[in-house]
């Protein structure tokens, strides 16, 4: 939003139109957390931020923590082992996923696709799914389920789970220059030589639009072209830097082809896109997961070798749990930068983070018990001034999670009756 487009802004609400869309997103992470950690100790308004959440202290009034929901559907009944697949498949569906390995696969639409169905006309892209692992569609995964269940949280129908996107280039060129993608990829790589930069080919217009613009207006559109240069130039050090072999001792250590070599620089890099993609209206749909259900990914970063579906497993010992922590303590680093860049983008009197609806958390309360009760979740953002953050809320025991989507569908203006297993709305989103 410019100053610039005021005029047409104003006339937009006085036609019944917003001139701020609500956006909707929603982040996972894999095997639980340690609840000791994570759980404030009161409810409320005042409340303290435990270790693993104390990175989104300058956040803390833009957030809800919200205890006490349930993903009844991520548990057994009657299907047996298999609860990392089954939190993955359901934490955005609230359906039972079909126990199967083959090509036969049933779970439910989730709650962005239904969602990005109704807003679909009204952007670019219906939604964006991003991921730091891809891993298999098909073949077994996790105790006779198969590898979709647990590599993907958003499902177009109950047979079809999205495709994540993974490489940064992907992204970028998806949302920046879509017009290459029926283009071979050697004709894709000629062109990307042939021209630095995404925006020689836009200077042109930049310019032209400037001579309209006032001071403030000039800035804004500096910064907005700046930190999509930025994002070019990391993609391009992250191409380069793993073009060599690394023989590292943990598979989940190496970096997939075109992505960064450390997990921060991965998931900063698709948060900054995420944020532009909500930004310039590309989409009002994300889901983004940080590792696939049951990864077993380590932190050497911050000093974490061992797995973490190793780690989930900790059976109680203090050692383990204490790395658990500092796992989830890394993960709510990473949310808090993406939740910053947002608050620090203006729309009118407001920011895009007050116009946005993030929900983070995972589809497992502890990796040891496995249980899918007591969710940890996190609500970001305002919803358009109609959520009332900064507080802790404690849901009765069993209140289903879609309760959650429900109310959230209504915020931006998606009609629903019921989604997944939901049994109303979740009202204490606002006071």
Known sequence: MLDAMAPQAFAAAASGSSAAPIRMGFFFVPNGVNMADWRPT??????????????????????????????????????????????????????QPLKSEGSEIRSGQSVDQYAAEYLREQTTFASLELGTESGRPLGKCDSGYSCGYSNNISWRDSATPMQ??????????????????????????????????????????VNSLNGNLGGHDQQKLDEYLTSIREIEQRIQRAE??????????????????????SVDQHLQLLGDMLVLAFQTDTTRVSTFMFANAGSNRSYGMVGVNDGHHELSHHQGDAEKLTKISVIDRFHIEQFAYILKKMKSIKEGDVTLLDNTMIVYGSGIGDGNRHNHDDLPVLVAGRGGGTITSGRHIQM???????????????RAGVPVDCFGDSTGRMRELAI
């Open 42 to 95: 009161r409810t409320g308004a005042h409340y303290d931020l435990p270790f693993s959440l104390q990175p989104l202290a300058e956040l803390q009034n833009d957030i809800l923590v919200v205890s006490g929901l349930t993903q009844d559907k991520g548990r057994a009944n009657g299907d047996g082992a298999g609860d990392h697949a089954r939190s993955g498949s359901v934490f955005l569906t609230g359906s």
């Open 240 to 261: 380069s830097g793993n073009s060599e072999t690394r023989e590292l001792v943990n598979a989940y250590e190496i970096p997939e082809p075109g992505t960064p070599e």
């Open 396 to 410: 009765p025991p069993d209140t289903p999670m879609c309760n959650l989507f429900n109310s959230m569908l209504d």
């Open 164 to 205: 994540k996107l993974v490489d940064p280039r992907e992204v970028f060129e998806r949302l920046f220059s879509d017009q290459l993608q029926s283009q071979s990829q050697k004709e894709r790589a000629r062109k990307e030589r042939k021209r630095k930069s995404i925006l020689d080919v836009v200077m042109q217009d």
